[in-house]
């Protein structure tokens, strides 16, 4: 049982460059999220997905596309990198709707743009 | 105006001595989640102890205890006995139900150091 997984782990782009990271669970959870965690500034939300096929905007949304094509697996992609994308990026997931659930925390992905 | 307030950016522990991490909240909602993530120098988010709203007692999980103060809107984390391996950057965060994304939503993090 891995629980949440992410790849790559780091990546360095150039500026206008595209890329998509790769997020997946094994837990069957219906709930998934991208955030992104910049220094002094906690974690924010990026986009989420309440089941398959379904994506939704969260806090941050802008510059960066998501797609939930199979229940496991939920996909950031960045169409044209900048630096002001340089983050720490987190995957999530979560059983149900409910606020007692935990989500449970991908391992992270460094990226930088150049 | 902040959702979730943690005012130490960084604290300093004795090893074996308690130490507690403050955060105060935001919410019109009666029913909400809080939640303790620990984040060590290795990055990852690990989840510690979580608090209802509901809930009459405080949350405990071994070493951990939240300290729920709901009209002060106060969920202080208490790490008894503290351990060098606590040294790491620890967050507070919230759920509302009634944001239908269950997203939470965290505090910038308090950074704790355990000195030997």
């Known amino acids: 049982n891995a629980g949440v997984t992410q790849t790559p782990k780091f990546r360095v782009l150039k500026t206008g460059q595209s890329m998509t990271l790769l997020c997946a669970q094994d837990m069957n959870h219906e709930y998934m999220y991208w955030y992104r965690q910049d220094p002094g500034m906690g974690l924010r939300l990026i986009h989420y997905?309440?089941?398959?096929?379904?994506?939704a905007k969260g806090e941050v949304p802008d510059g960066y596309n998501v797609s939930r094509l199979k229940k496991q697996n939920f996909l950031l992609g960045l169409e044209s990198a900048a630096p002001s994308q340089t983050s720490v990026y987190f995957c999530a997931s979560s059983y149900e709707m409910s606020s007692y659930n935990e989500q449970f925390f991908g391992p992270g992905t460094r990226l930088t743009v150049l | 105006a902040q959702k979730i307030t943690q005012t130490q950016p960084g604290m300093f522990v004795q090893e074996k001595e308690a130490v507690t991490l403050d955060c105060t909240y935001d919410t019109s909602d009666q029913s909400y989640g809080l939640f303790w993530y620990k984040q060590p120098s290795s990055g990852e988010m690990i989840f510690l102890i979580y608090?209802?709203?509901?809930?009459?007692q405080n949350a405990t999980e071994g070493r951990y205890s939240l300290n729920f103060q709901k009209a002060r809107k106060s969920a202080n984390l208490v790490i008894s006995a503290s351990q060098l391996g606590d040294s790491a950057m620890y967050f507070c965060?919230?759920?509302?139900?009634?944001?239908?994304?269950?997203?939470?939503?965290f505090g910038s993090g308090t950074r704790l150091l355990v000195r030997p």
């Open positions: 608090q209802g709203s509901y809930d009459e």
């Open positions: 965060a919230m759920r509302e139900p009634m944001d239908s994304s269950y997203k939470l939503i």
């Open positions: 997905s309440v089941g398959e096929g379904t994506t």
